[in-house]
């Protein structure tokens, strides 16, 4: 290999693969004397590309983290997988804008060989639409370093019904499920183990404070975070629809609980929500009869909001 940036690129590849490298085996892949090889590692460096090196017979070669974030050479592999795992990013709204900056960047220098595979990734992949709320990279990454250090942290956190209430939390798992970014913790005031959405923590703050680590609730976090999805900790709803389930499920727009067939004819809705005003509305917007079997709470709230719109219509 006689071609200097040919051999440079080489060399940085072989670099890139993060193992240290000895001098003789570098020399023989890249076919080139000691004294080359040390020529094209200071050129490296002159690039900006951390090149460490140990002493010993030929030297010990290796690419460590710098200050700054050098230019990567990936391989196609690599770069087919970069750009599919940055669309699915974009899609969660992770970060706001930049997974779609770092996308167009790679789209626009990657190689014309490489597009015809990830336009048949994507386009033979089903997704699901995008993330209704953009993610806060910076609290991604505040929860993810407080996770590692077992670290405790402060946050408010914002319900589904606009509460707004001040958590203390030891966070254990960060879970990307049904397009939303959860973080499961346990809430130091409450005793227990809770799901927040992180689209809904705001002020997060990390005091400093460390915590020894408690076993799971569950051997499977994701698991756990489904479960606790579908059914919230909170007032308990049972409905009954007059109507199929595969027309109350078209219809039906809530977030948790679970519909299950009584016959050809019914089915029964339960959940678990933390205001009834949020429950019935959902309930009236499906359009076909239902009977509120539980609990009494529920039934009576229907009837007040049911009296609310019936003077409004009256004017």
């Known amino acids: 290999m006689t071609d200097p940036s040919t ?9 890139q693969s ?6 003789a085996e570098l020399t023989a892949r890249l076919g080139t004397s000691p004294r080359t090889l040390r020529r094209d590692l200071d050129r490296l460096r002159e690039l900006g590309y951390p090149v460490s090196s140990t002493r010993g017979p030929g030297g010990n070669y290796q690419l460590v983290a710098g200050r700054a974030m050098p230019p990567l050479l990936l391989t196609d592999d690599e770069a087919v997988a970069t750009v599919v795992g940055l669309r699915i990013a974009a899609l969660t709204q992770m970060g706001g804008d930049a997974a779609e900056g770092a996308l167009r960047k790679l789209e626009r220098v990657v190689p014309a060989r490489l597009r015809a595979r990830i336009q048949a990734l994507t386009s ?7 993330a209704t709320e953009a993610l806060d990279l910076r609290t991604v990454q505040l929860l993810a370093t407080a996770v590692h250090m077992h670290q405790d942290v402060r946050f408010d956190y914002t319900s589904r019904g606009g509460q707004h209430t001040e958590r203390r939390v030891e966070p254990y798992r960060q879970v990307l499920f049904d397009r939303r970014w959860y973080l499961l ?23 400093g404070t460390t915590f020894a680590p408690r076993e799971l609730p569950a ?6 975070v489904q479960d606790s999805t579908r059914f919230p900790r909170g007032r308990r709803g049972v409905v009954r629809f007059a109507a199929p389930v595969s027309v109350v499920s ?37 359009g076909v009869p239902y009977t509120i079997e539980a ?4 039934i009576d709230y229907s009837r007040e ?11």
Do not use: K, N
Not at 18 to 23: A, T, Y
Not at 124 to 130: D, F, L
Not at 185 to 201: E, H, K, L, S
Not at 295 to 298: A, S
């Open 185 to 207: 913790g346990w809430d130091r005031d409450r005793a227990d183990w809770r799901t927040y959405r992180i689209d809904r923590i705001g002020e997060l703050t990390v005091p």
């Open 305 to 315: 909001l049911a009296d609310r719109i019936a003077r409004a219509a009256r004017g």
């Open 124 to 130: 033979a992949t089903e997704t699901t639409s995008r």
């Open 250 to 286: 078209d219809r039906l727009i809530a977030e948790a609980g679970s519909l299950e067939a009584i016959d050809d004819t019914s089915c029964r809705y339960v959940t678990s929500v933390e205001s009834w005003e949020w429950l019935s509305i959902i309930l009236a917007t499906v």
């Open 295 to 298: 609990p009494p709470e529920l």
């Open 18 to 23: 993060g193992r240290s490298w000895p001098g």
């Open 7 to 15: 051999r440079l690129l080489e060399l940085l590849s072989l670099l």
């Open 219 to 224: 051997d499977d976090p994701v698991s756990f």
